[in-house]
């Protein structure tokens, strides 16, 4: 029925037999017979023979249906550049954590994709066995976001800086660095800072230790079997913590004996970098860059 709608289109817009049948390439027989079965089908006369013109009906018909099949076009478009989008699906690695200004730089990016381009259709690669920079410099993920430059990025690759952020410190609330007035980082000299086994978190841990070196603090540290990152704060123990971005909060969501601080020293920042291929930059990758950047000053502004 839609091919034959579509010919009666193509006929109420001639209003020839033979000019249609000529731009349908195909006979006039055919398309007489066609226009036959469609007025056979719906129940009503859409032409007035001799001379050929629409009826009252086919009027109405064409108004209505002249829309429809263009919104039947545009959703078959759309579809196919979905279908097309799904094959080069951006891949992204990241810490998977639901708090703090990076992951929501992450999901707002996402979100802006999806509106300004239907085909875009991204996934998360997440694998503890692999650190972040491993997964993108062998291909099984196109963006990364990390904490730290890497010691050693491989040609053809690219890290660019992302945003820098107010770092906190969570301790428990019987940690001794949370005694001292004022809050600063060397309160926290003697504690330990809990590392995973899972190497996803080394970016994490690596962005701690330069931001915490940085204030003149070389913390103990200790490894433990974490995958879910609720749980470095679920297990947090009396002479341990962890530092984050500025979450907006000093209550940690997870736990009720977790304090958030925010040190005094100067220039006390967490990182971010997106690391990704540049020979070339995927499309999806250069979009998502742009973006985040741009939700990243967005978030600046704000703060």
Known sequence: MLERTREFIQLANAMSFSKAAKELNMSQPSLRRHIAELESELGFMLFERNPLTLTTAGCHYLEGISTLINDVDSLTARCQSIAAGSRESLVICSIPFDLGPYSRIVYESIARMRTACAAFAPTFFYSGVFTIPEAIYSGKADIGVVFSMPHEIPEGFTCDPLMDYRGMIWAHKDNPGLKVSPIRAQNFAGSVLVDSTNRMYTTWRDGELEVLEKAGVSPNSCLRGIENSADFFIMMRRNEIK??????????????????VLPEDDEFVIRTYLLYGNRPVKPQVASFVDLAKQVAAETLQMR
């Open 243 to 260: 530092v984050t971005m500025d979450l907006g909060t000093t209550i940690c969501p997870y736990n009720p004996d977790v304090v958030g």
